[in-house]
């Protein structure tokens, strides 16, 4: 009894190790080395469609090394603090690796599913309503602060029509060029 104590704590320990490794070395590679579990659950398999094998290849490995660790930890907690049957014992590991499995696989989807692109594009500008933020002389160019995905971007622009536009002075991105974008002034009676 004591062996197969012992042989279990140390599957357990090992894969869970292994598992945390994998994970960290994901996390530091960008997310690049396969960072989540890819086990089809429910069935659909267009979730990781552009993935190459060795992304699935890892998955697997994690989903692998998670089971083995949950599964092991729960029978050896199951063996010292109960008098189950190895049947019952059995039984309650594979179920707990598979759960442990699922929930890793379904917490990795909700945070891939709900992470965001940080990047911007000017083009993104236009049509939208700024400020000046550095005044635009004629001809040159000036500052203005843009609100794109509810995040204030600043960018270099230019005037549409050549007037100078003061600091604090409201504006419409009229079109976005290389590196800068022409911005005319509102009017009072433009709706804003």
């Known amino acids: 009894m004591q062996?197969?104590?012992?042989?279990?704590?140390?599957?357990g320990t090992i894969a869970g190790g292994l598992l945390i490794l994998l994970l960290l070395i994901s996390i530091f590679a960008g997310m690049d080395?396969?960072?989540?579990?890819?086990v089809d659950a429910g069935g659909d398999m267009d979730a990781h469609a552009d993935a190459d094998a060795s992304d699935a290849g890892l998955g697997i490995v994690k989903a692998l090394?998670?089971?083995?660790s949950v599964g092991a930890f729960t029978a050896r907690a199951i063996l010292l603090n109960t008098?189950?049957?190895?049947?019952?014992?059995?039984?309650?590991?594979?179920?707990?690796?598979?759960?442990?499995v699922l929930l890793l696989t379904w917490f990795?989807?909700?945070?891939?599913?709900?992470?965001e692109e940080g990047?911007?594009?000017?083009?993104?500008?236009?049509g939208k309503m700024g400020t000046v933020y550095v005044p635009i002389p004629p001809g040159g160019k000036g500052r203005v602060v843009v609100k794109i995905d509810?995040?204030?971007?600043e960018m270099d622009a230019r005037t549409a029509n050549g007037r100078t536009l003061a600091?604090?002075?409201k504006v419409m991105v009229v079109e976005a060029k290389e590196g800068y974008v022409v911005v005319a002034p509102l009017e009072e009676g433009d709706i804003l």
């Open 108 to 115: 990795f989807r909700w945070l891939l599913r709900n992470q």
């Open 119 to 126: 990047t911007w594009r000017l083009w993104m500008a236009e």
């Open 65 to 68: 090394l998670t089971f083995i």
């Open 150 to 153: 509810n995040v204030n971007r």
């Open 33 to 38: 080395m396969g960072g989540d579990v890819d």
């Open 83 to 100: 008098s189950w049957s190895w049947t019952l014992v059995i039984i309650t590991a594979l179920i707990a690796g598979g759960i442990a």
């Open 3 to 11: 062996d197969i104590l012992h042989l279990l704590f140390w599957a």
């Open 167 to 169: 600091t604090h002075e």
